[in-house]
């Protein structure tokens, strides 16, 4: 019995479906029962919180977290589907300290809100950024350009007339 | 005694922030109230370049994350790919595989050393770091043409054979690399200063640390155990013998003698490769690989298909990069192109945990902090 059906056996009513992710055992997670799921995984021994990978499907979300054991050297990986009009999951950083930025980043890059999350704003892109780079409907054709403000913060805007370029 | 609280701003251009980086830090008085990174100035878009590009293309764009170490960035990302095709590789090419990425943690960890000990104000390690490293570039230069951005690493294997008169010159290099890091233990271990800049600065307990989620030699430092290498081996790892350095006091110290000591091990590996390394010309898989060379130098890429698609799935792959744990997450929907690509950076992972490191300290802790969690902005900002 490998880590997945394990969770599912200690939390019948949260898990959807076992399976596998290539080789790595992989629970599908109801998404209102995921802090649930993780601290019981974390509380199996799966202690090290790999990554956290968003991925937008055009029609749904998924968010993806990838955990190891390094007492029982097992991988475990578990996965929330969320709607696409509402993308909101709870937020592990009360378990993991490194989740942090991890969610963070989902944030920035693929728009996933996770509630609870202690500061929650961009991480890699600049506040005010328009659009989430990494959804498949993002505009590619809009230049934004960043500049700094009076007080020093970033400022976005797509009018590029006034920066100095190479013609 | 109160003082006034000093907003202090540190970076994005400072030599010891390693790239980059900027620190908003609040001061009361000579001690740091609280530290904010802010990331993003090196922010390329690589996960959405690599929607965009075939995922032959898109190996040179990883060679840009850690520009420090690259081949252990191809391997990751190829690594990635193999799993998901399902394609052999041939031993000579994991050999190869395995000498380049074990070269780039000795190339890694001079450079991670020798600054580290420039921005506490010792400028001679840099210089003696950079002198060894450039022996082992031009290494690099000889196998592949490049000294920090490679392209060498395939899917099925490398992309050309180790050319005439490489060996010999590697063995001189692992024969000197020898000598030197007993003078680099001479210069600095014992140096009093550094003791007394290093040690019990920066703590962290093996349990916060796990909980932060590092990995590689700053995990190592506070006494955990592991290494993928060992515990979830990959390529060519579990024939070669080698032992994981660990040390147990959780500070800057104990970071830097881990790295040191693994410079130790990379040469007990690169030996055993050297003394092993099959004789067989075979780089590359049959089915997808480069073929050998033959005189034209055209003839080499072309042997890979120019329709490359892997099944439908995705896949965690992961890898003991100099830093750390650097994993791909890459979902195929069946066409050229990778659906999606998610880069687990060592670098980002790592840095979570500075602002609650130095929390207290004084401005010279935090660089000696920083120096040691060893990060390059290239892999934080992606």
């Not at chain 2, 300290?361 to 935090?366: H, N």
Request: proline share 5%; hydrophobic share 40%; with cysteine.
């Amino acid at each position: 019995m490998n880590a997945a059906e394990e969770l599912k056996n200690l939390l019948p009513g949260s898990v959807v479906s076992t399976g596998l992710q290539l080789n790595k055992p992989m629970a599908v997670i109801k998404k209102e029962e995921l802090l649930k799921a993780a601290g019981k995984a974390k509380e199996m021994g799966f202690d090290h919180l790999s990554v956290i990978t968003g991925i937008d499907y055009k029609d749904h979300f998924e968010v993806i977290y990838n955990f190891f054991s390094y007492n029982k050297k097992q991988n475990l990986a578990l996965k929330v589907n969320l709607d696409h009009d509402k993308p909101e999951v709870e937020s592990l950083t009360g378990l993991w300290n490194g989740a942090d930025w991890l969610e963070r980043e989902t944030f920035d890059l693929v728009g996933i809100k996770f509630i609870g999350h202690p500061n929650l704003v961009r991480i890699l892109l600049p506040d005010g950024w328009n659009g989430h780079p990494l959804r498949k409907d993002y505009d590619m054709n809009t230049e934004q350009f960043v500049t700094i403000g009076e007080n020093g913060d970033d400022v976005v805007s797509t009018d590029g007339t006034n920066l100095l370029r190479r013609k | 005694m109160e003082s006034d609280e000093l907003l202090i701003n540190m970076g994005p251009v400072h030599p010891s922030t390693h790239g980059v980086l900027r620190f908003k830090l609040r001061m009361d008085g000579e001690s740091i109230r609280e530290c904010t990174p802010v990331l993003g100035h090196l922010h390329r878009g690589t996960e959405k370049i690599g929607e965009m590009k075939t995922y032959l293309q898109f190996i040179p764009y990883t060679d840009r994350l850690d520009y420090i170490s690259a081949f252990p960035n191809n391997y990751a990302f190829v690594k990635a790919v193999e799993e998901l095709a399902g394609i052999e590789v041939p031993l000579r090419a994991e050999y190869i595989r395995v000498l380049t990425m074990e070269l780039n943690r000795i190339v890694n960890h001079l450079v991670s050393i020798g600054s580290l000990l420039m921005d506490l104000g010792a400028a001679t390690m840099i210089m003696w770091g950079f002198r060894e490293r450039e022996n082992a570039l031009q290494l690099f230069e000889m196998l592949c043409g490049a000294r920090m951005t490679f392209n060498y690493i395939k899917p099925g294997g490398v992309r050309e054979d180790i050319p005439d008169g490489f060996m010999p010159k590697l063995n001189e290099f692992l024969k000197d690399m020898e000598k030197r890091i007993d003078d680099y233990e001479q210069l600095i271990n014992g140096n009093e200063i550094f003791h007394m800049r290093m040690k019990n600065i920066g703590v962290i307990s093996a349990k916060d640390a796990v909980n932060y989620g590092w990995t590689g030699p700053t995990l190592r430092g506070s006494g955990v155990d592991y290494d993928l290498r060992k515990y979830e081996p990959y390529s060519i790892y579990p024939d070669l013998d080698f032992k994981v350095c660990v040390r147990n006091e959780g500070d800057s110290f104990a970071r830097f003698i881990v790295r040191m000591d693994e410079m130790r091990e990379s040469l007990h590996i690169l030996r055993q490769v050297v003394d092993n390394m099959p004789a067989s010309k075979e780089i590359s898989s049959a089915k997808y690989g480069i073929a050998p060379m033959t005189g034209t130098p055209t003839a080499v890429s072309s042997y890979f298909p120019r329709i490359f698609t892997p099944p439908p799935g995705e896949v965690y792959s992961r890898i003991e990069a100099p830093k750390g744990e650097l994993g791909f997450y890459v979902v195929s929907d069946g066409t050229t192109k990778p659906y999606r690509v998610k880069i687990r950076s060592p670098s980002f992972c790592n840095l979570t945990a500075i602002p609650s490191l130095v929390t207290g300290l004084k401005i010279p802790d935090l660089i000696a902090a920083f120096g040691t969690i060893d990060v390059v902005l290239g892999d934080v900002d992606r």
